[in-house]
Structures are given as C-alpha cells and as structure tokens.
C-alpha cells in the first residue's frame, strides 16, 4: 500500500462519502483489536465506484475490482502502470489528452481535490464510456504522495439526458410547428408562407428562376356561412384546402393566411404560362361541387399571379401585387346554389 490504512481510509471516506461514523468506527474498533489492510481491501472491492490510487508519477499504486471490471484491464497489468496512458489518453472525440492537462493528475501536483461531472475514460477493447469522477491528494507525514481517484459509470444517466433533449426538441419542434399552421386547415399560415416565400425569393433571385404566388379569394363563402352557419363554413375550408394540394405540384407550398384567402406558392416555373395554367387548374378544381354534412354546395375562386425572377423583392411585394390582381380578377359574387339533400 501507498501509505497507511488510516491515511487510504481517511481519504477513501472523503472521496467516496463514506460516512465519518463509519471511518472512525472501523479506526476505533478495539475488538477485533485492529483494522488492518486486508479489511480496508474488503471495504474498498465492495463499492460500485472504481478507485485507484497513484504515486506522483502517475503510476498505479492500487486499484479496487469495480474499477478492473469497468476498464477491462486485469489488476496486475494496472499497477505498476501509468494510467493516463492505459485509460484517459484521449478526450471523447479521440483528440488526444496530454496528461500535463489532465484533471485528475493535478490532485498529486496541486494538493487539491478535483471533481469533473461529465468525461470520459476508455477501456483495454479501445472503447469509451461516460464516467464522472474525483481525485484527491494522498498525505503522508504533510507530504502529497500520490491521489486517490473514484469513478461512476454514467451511462445511464447521459442516456436520459440525451432522451430528455429529445423529448424537449421534439415538444419545441411541434410547438413551433404549431404557431406556422392553420388551426383548421392544417395548412400552412401566414407567418410560414412570408418565412418560405422570403427564402424562394432569395433562391429564385441566385438561381434566376421564375417564381409565381397565387392568391386565392373564394368566391360566394360568405353566403355559404350565411345560409348554412359557421361549421359548414369551417368545413368547406377544410375540403379548399384538400382539394388546393391535390391540384398543384408537389414541391408546392399552399398557405391559409385568413378568412377564405389561400395562397399558393410556386417556384422553379419555365415560363408564366405555367403559372397561368396552375391557376386555372385552381379555378376549375374549386368550381366543382362540394360535398358537406349539410347539402352540396358550389363556390367559385378568383385568382390572382404575380411573378418574378429577380433579385431583391420583398415578400410583402409580391404577395400585395398578387392580391391586387386578385381583385381584379375578382366577378361579382353570386348566391351559392343552394344545399341539396
């Protein structure tokens, strides 16, 4: 042993917390009239934590069971043996870990007690696992011979960690999600398209691609919620906005931004004649009849394009151009066909 059984105990009971009845209990006992080296040996391979003991040089003086069975290196291959070669020579990413920076090893040099919560040490198979760990000065006659190290695996709890993050991304993507969509439609809402149609402006100014927003203003709904309420108001939204994604392609964004205004935005167009024809496939799709709780009702949809390619437009911009040729677009809305059984 470094130094005596009541030096290793004092120090054991300090890193570890063995309670102070306990240590002073096992230096008193008189019967059995001692406490010698092979009851502390006992002691020490009963705890979970791995523990060892070095000289000034780093070598290794002692090593309990728990830290043998951890490490995968065999007692006797440790002592004797520089053990920030053999188990914390790398930090977590396998850059190397001088031992002039190593934590533990300032205990020896400095007299000062150490506590790191969140590293690593690595085994004799060449892999690593979470520990947080302690290290302490070994004090003989008010020398620092060596340090005394402990050492919890804690993979467990760096796995409930990562499963709480998770979790918490996971709770913080959904809420954000939340505040991009429309409540009823499950479409995107106004906040979202002015986020999308800012970046394709970007990519279509880069790239010099044609761009095109329509906006969609549905014609006769007032009077569908006039005639037949505000929940087959609420469900003829809902069928618009199935039937607007199922018209126009798949990299399409489709917004609900309020009320009975959609918008649809297009990118990476050939020519504005596609984009005429989208809006047409629009206007058609939503003059079909729809089918709701209370009847069939038919609508109608004015649309109004804007397009551009150019580098530096707004959002805002474009999104006012594209509601202006709404209005103009826009026929004298007639009384809806009334719902039929």
């Known amino acids: 042993m470094l130094t005596s059984a009541k030096q290793v105990l004092a120090t054991v009971g300090r890193v570890l917390g063995v309670p102070s009845q306990l ?161 009823l439609t499950g479409l995107g809402n106004r906040t979202q398209l002015n986020g999308r149609l800012t970046q394709a402006l970007a990519r279509a100014g880069r790239r010099g691609r044609l761009l095109a927003l329509l906006f969609c203003d549905l014609d006769k709904f007032k009077a569908v919620n006039d005639l037949h309420g505000h929940q087959a108001g609420d469900e003829l939204l809902v069928e618009v906005g199935a039937r607007l994604r199922g018209v126009v392609r798949p990299g399409d964004t489709v917004s609900r931004i309020g009320g009975d205004e959609f918008v649809v935005l297009c990118e990476d167009l050939a020519t504005e004649q596609e984009a005429s024809i989208i809006a047409e496939r629009v206007r058609t799709a939503l003059a079909e009849p729809f089918e709701l709780s209370v009847g069939s009702v038919r609508i109608g949809c004015s649309v109004g394009v804007a397009t551009t390619s150019e580098a530096g437009v707004a959002a805002h911009d474009l999104l006012a151009e594209a509601d202006q040729r709404m209005y103009e677009a826009k026929a004298p809305a007639a009384a809806p066909v009334p719902a039929q059984a």
């Open 23 to 183: 240590a002073g209990g096992l230096l008193r006992a008189r019967r059995p009239p001692a406490f010698d080296a092979s009851d502390l040996r006992l002691l020490i391979d009963t705890v979970v934590e791995g523990l060892w003991c070095t000289d000034l040089e780093g070598r290794c003086t002692f090593v309990n069971w728990a830290a043998s069975d951890m490490l995968g290196w065999p007692t006797d291959e440790l002592i004797g043996s520089a053990v920030h070669v053999l188990v914390h020579h790398s930090h977590e990413d396998g850059s190397s870990y001088p031992a002039t920076e190593c934590a533990i090893g300032r205990a020896a040099l400095t007299g000062e007690s150490i506590r790191v919560d969140d590293d690593v040490l690595w085994r004799r198979d060449g892999t690593s696992f979470p520990v947080s760990h302690a290290a302490s000065p070994i004090v003989k006659h008010g020398v620092v011979v060596g340090s005394v190290v402990t050492f919890t695996d804690i993979s467990e709890r760096k796995q409930a960690e990562e499963e709480l993050r998770r979790h918490r991304q996971a709770e913080a993507d959904r809420l954000r999600a939340l505040t991009l969509r429309d409540d």
